[in-house]
């Protein structure tokens, strides 16, 4: 079913009232109607860059969509679900394709036990977009990160329209995560507190660079702070008992990644940089193609890459662990794909 929450007649009208942004973008949001989809539907919805907000979902978005479109910003919300080639009108004319459809983590798992679920949700999405929309800048947020990037380049790969540039694996909330953590240690507003956090997005795969930022932890605090970082995403699978994982700090995060995005990309601002997992030379001489470091963001999407930086002893331990996890947490992503072919 697609619908439109704007007739033909005042949409062809606000095409003219809305240029008050002159580079407004369509932004497709898949797995809109999730627990992270409706309340990163709600925050792009006040982001003057989105000229149209596209919401996917095999269920329920025209009742978010029809919800969200009250809210009195400029952007245009559409609602689809899969029946009359909804993820086709939903992709066509994206500039950026945001996904965090799929399966949460329940108490006892890993974000690598998600794997078998949504692997196949985020294989078939990410070739509706090789279809649909392949110049768009494509945010992947479904778990586990790690393996489900690789999938979406494989998949793009095979229909021959990947460029590594526009693909992006979100980790900012572990960022988020870690500046208000150190402020808690340290105190200070959380806003001033940049960490840095490279490596993947799962346990010992993400690394805090603490010794960059500028603040001086003992050895306590830092064995405290780093598994912290690394296992945020535990503290809110418990607390919510079977109720799923974050979905709110992630669409807040995930809000303001996209809003870099756009910013950078249709926006022509530049100089922005952001923490996301990236094909990356960083670690490619040993066999890791994958990994989150700082990245500037440019108008064709990734720019420059940041290198690690200076790391301590304890950081490059931290490294050490993370690269053999990811190695086959790409693996698998890689031949997922690989034996649907
Ligand atoms: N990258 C990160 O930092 C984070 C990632 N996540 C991940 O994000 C994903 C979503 O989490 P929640 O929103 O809490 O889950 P949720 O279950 O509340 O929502 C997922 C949505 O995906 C939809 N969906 C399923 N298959 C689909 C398909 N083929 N096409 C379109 N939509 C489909 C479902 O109908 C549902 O509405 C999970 O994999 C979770 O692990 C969660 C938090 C942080
Ligand atoms: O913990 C999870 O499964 C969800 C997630 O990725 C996070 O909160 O960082």
Known sequence: MFVTTRSIASTAKRAFSTSAVSNAAKVAVLGAAGGIGQSLSLLLKQNPNISDLALYDIVNTPGVAADISHINTNSKVTGYVPENNGLAKA?????????????????????????????????????????????????????????????????????????????????????????????????GDPKDIHITVVGGHSGVTIVPLLSQSGKSFTQEELDALTHRIQFGGDEVVKAKDGKGSATLSMAFAGARFANSVLEATVGGKRGIVEPTFVESPVFADQGVEFFATNVELGANGVEKIHPLGKLSAYEEKLVEAALPELKKNIAKGKSFVASKQ
């Open 91 to 187: 992709l066509e004319g994206s500039n950026v394709v945001v996904i965090p459809a799929g399966v949460p983590r329940k108490p006892g798992m890993t974000r690598d036990d998600l794997f078998n679920t949504n692997a196949s949700i985020v294989q078939g999405l990410a070739d509706a977009c090789a279809q649909y929309c392949p110049t768009a800048h494509i945010l992947i947020i479904s778990n586990p990160v790690n393996s489900t990037v690789p999938i979406v380049a494989e998949t793009f790969k095979a229909r021959g329209v990947y460029d590594p540039k526009r693909l992006f694996g979100v980790t900012s909330l572990d960022v988020v995560r870690a500046s208000r953590f150190v402020s808690e240690v340290k105190g």
